[in-house]
């Protein structure tokens, strides 16, 4: 099964600023999808951000981008202009074209004022 | 509105005690996911099924079972052989038409073992 590493536990950004959670996989398929998934504390799992593996675009959501780099197997999220309602977990996730679908460990991104 | 549901939120077990976890959905997803996160972790997948009568075995499905009868329906029961049980349950659902259509989660269940 492919797995998702997630190697930063918790990261820390002032209000403001801009901060990248990093994310690799190991995969020996071509195509695939990747996700972030945000969980605040009330632990709802909320998308933040989609890419598909074919296309070459990084994908951009507002504030929230992507650096995909796939022969690198890396798929980092940048938050820019951080806001106190982005403190949460984060989850980077691959799914494959079968629907097996794996999650990172998370990172905890807090927000200081 | 569409959207996944899971019940009961809160769930108390007694030791060598199977209870089962419910997830529907109204989606008209082809596929459904269990995931356990325990306190400060990610989400581990226990079981998945693409399609009705179909289902295969995540990284942690020993003390596990599913059943996927109807295409709205995917119960989890947590056996006797679960040692430890104790955990946050999430039910997820997608196509499974290979597009970049995302997971949509329910509420989650919290069980422990009183």
């Known amino acids: 099964a492919q797995t998702v590493t997630q190697s930063q536990p918790e990261m820390s950004v002032q209000e403001a600023e801009t901060v990248t959670l990093s994310c690799t996989y190991d995969?020996?398929?071509?195509?695939?999808?990747l996700f972030w998934y945000k969980q605040p504390p009330s632990r709802q799992m909320i998308l933040v951000i989609r890419q598909e593996a074919y296309k070459q675009q990084n994908a951009t959501e507002n504030r929230f981008s992507v650096n995909f780099q796939k022969a690198a197997k890396s798929f980092s999220l940048k938050i820019s202009d951080s806001q106190l309602g982005d403190a949460a977990m984060y989850f980077c996730?691959?799914?494959?074209?079968?629907?097996?679908?794996?999650f990172g460990a998370g990172t905890r991104l807090t927000v200081k004022p | 509105d569409g959207g996944i549901t899971q019940s009961p939120k809160y769930l108390f077990r007694k030791e060598g005690q199977n209870v089962t976890l419910s997830c529907e959905q109204n989606l008209n997803h082809d596929a459904m996911y269990w995931y356990r996160q325990d306190p400060g972790q990610g989400l581990r997948l226990i079981y998945y099924?693409?399609?009705?009568?179909?289902?295969q075995k995540g990284d942690i499905a020993e003390g596990y079972s599913v059943s996927r009868e109807k295409k709205e329906s995917f119960p989890l029961t947590v056996t006797s052989a679960q040692k430890n049980p104790t955990a946050f349950y999430l039910c997820a659902s997608s196509t499974s038409d290979g597009s970049n259509q995302p997971q949509h989660f329910g509420d989650g269940t919290r069980l422990s073992i009183v």
């Open positions: 995969t020996s398929e071509s195509d695939y999808y």
């Open positions: 099924s693409q399609i009705v009568n179909d289902f």
């Open positions: 996730a691959y799914r494959s074209e079968d629907n097996d679908m794996r």
